[in-house]
């Protein structure tokens, strides 16, 4: 998945937020919390995409090949795709859209309400 794929694909979710920080990477967010990051883009570089997981998914992913705790946030149970060998974008698609309701579930009650998510 291209950075672009990325940022069309997090645009479509409802209430979703993009920033550009941290060296330039593409930051997405729901009422302000994080759930999917990409960077290291560029001339022979892949994307390296990071997103928040289950427990469960963060304990099997970290068992594939070029699947790592993504860095700084690896206690949160994030994880970060080194390549775009290591998952289909299909899968990634299913992870990013899980990240962003374990994110979305976690806001407050009116934040959720205000941003028109299910309540």
């Given at each position: 998945m291209t950075r672009r794929?990325?940022?069309d694909y997090c645009r479509a979710f409802k209430g979703a937020e993009h920033v550009v920080q941290w060296g330039g990477a593409s930051v997405w967010k729901i009422g302000g919390k994080i759930f999917a990051i990409c960077s290291k883009?560029?001339?022979g570089s892949h994307?390296?995409?990071s997103f928040k997981c289950s427990d469960l998914s963060y304990r099997l992913l970290r068992e594939q090949p070029d699947i790592i705790s993504a860095p700084y946030l690896a206690r949160a149970k994030?994880?970060?795709?080194?390549n775009d060998a290591a998952m289909?974008?299909?899968d990634l698609k299913a992870y990013i859209e899980a990240a962003y309701l374990i994110i979305a579930a976690k806001?407050?009650?009116a934040k959720r309400k205000e941003l028109g998510l299910k309540v």
């Open positions: 794929e990325f940022d883009w560029g001339a994307a390296k995409i994030w994880v970060q795709v080194e289909e974008d299909r806001l407050t009650k």
